[in-house]
C-alpha cells in the first residue's frame, strides 16, 4: 500500500514511440478546433496593435526614444512575440487536470503505463507545435506589415530563440500542472488560477518587458520565481538583449527551471497518490 497508486501498472520511463504519439495526439487535438485558433489568433493579433502603439509612446516619452534597453525595433517585436507566444507556452486556459481530478476520471490517468506528469507534457507539446504554426506566426506576420520589427543579428540567435520558447513551455507547463494539481486538495482551482493569471501577466514579461524595473527587482524576480523564465527569457534572446554569453546563461536558467518545475510536478503528483490510496479513492 505504500507504493504508488499506478507504480505497478506503468514503467519508470515512457518509451519514445509512446511520447511522439501523445505528442502528435495533441498537435490533432488542437488543430480540430479551427474557429477557436482563428478567434484566438484575432484577438492576439489586436491586442498587439493596442500593446505596441502603447509601449511606443512609453518610449517616445522617455526623451530619448530607449527604455530599459529597448529601443522602437526591439520594443515592436516583443510585443508582437510577446503575443505570438501567448498560445505557444499557453499561459491560461488549461484546465484539463483539474477537470478530471473533479470527476474522478484521473483514475484512469493513473492506470496508463506512462507517468501522468509524462503524459500531458507530451500531449501539451503537440498543442504547442500546432500553435507555433498558427498562433505564433501570423501574429510576427501582421507585426512586420505593420511595424518595423527588430530583425536578430546573430546566427546563433535563432536556434538558442527555440531551444529558449522550448524550455519556457516545459516551465510554463510544470506551474500550470502545480496548479491544476491542487485540485487533488482543494477541488476548486479557480482562486489558484486566478493568482496564476496574474502573475504571468505581471512576472513573466506580458505586460511589459521586466527590463523596465529597478535592476535589483529584476533579478530578484528572475532567481527567485519561474515566471521570467516562461515569456521574458525567450524575448530576450530573440531581440537580443545583452551579448551571446549573457543569453546563454539566461537559458541555462531556464533550463534548471524546467528542471526543478518537473522534479516538483511528480512530487505532488507522488503525494497526491499517496493521499488517494490512504482516502480510499
Partial sequence: MADDLASATRPSAAGVRTIRALAGAGFRRYSTYRQATVASTFTNSIFG?????????TLAGTGVGVAGGYDPPRI???????????????LWGWNDLADRIRSGD??????????????????????????????????????A???????????????????????????????????????????DVRGVNMVWAF??????????????LPSWL??????ATPFPSILQAPLDVLVEWGSPAQLMA????????????LALCRLVQRRAER???????
Avoid: E
Fill in 218 to 223: 529584476v533579478w530578484t524576480v528572475w532567481v
Fill in 199 to 212: 502573475a504571468t501577466s505581471v512576472l513573466a514579461g506580458l505586460a511589459f518587458p521586466l527590463h523596465f
Fill in 145 to 187: 506589415i505593420f511595424f518595423d520589427l527588430y530583425v536578430p543579428q546573430r546566427a546563433l540567435t535563432y536556434p538558442l530563440f527555440v531551444l529558449s520558447v522550448g524550455l519556457g513551455l516545459v516551465v510554463s507547463f510544470g506551474v500550470r500542472y502545480l496548479a491544476n494539481a491542487a485540485a487533488y486538495w482543494l477541488l
Fill in 49 to 57: 496593435f493596442l500593446r505596441c502603439y502603447v509601449l511606443l509612446a
Fill in 275 to 281: 493521499k488517494m490510496v490512504i482516502q480510499g479513492g
Fill in 76 to 90: 515592436a517585436t516583443y510585443c508582437w512575440a510577446s503575443q505570438g507566444l501567448i498560445g505557444v507556452v499557453l
Fill in 106 to 143: 484521473v483514475m484512469s490517468d493513473l492506470l496508463r503505463p506512462v507517468h501522468p506528469v509524462t503524459g500531458y507534457l507530451a500531449a501539451d507539446l503537440g498543442r504547442a507545435g500546432y500553435a507555433a504554426l498558427t498562433r505564433f506566426a501570423v501574429p510576427i506576420l501582421i507585426g
Fill in 250 to 261: 539566461v537559458v541555462a536558467g531556464q533550463a534548471a527551471w524546467a528542471a526543478v518545475m
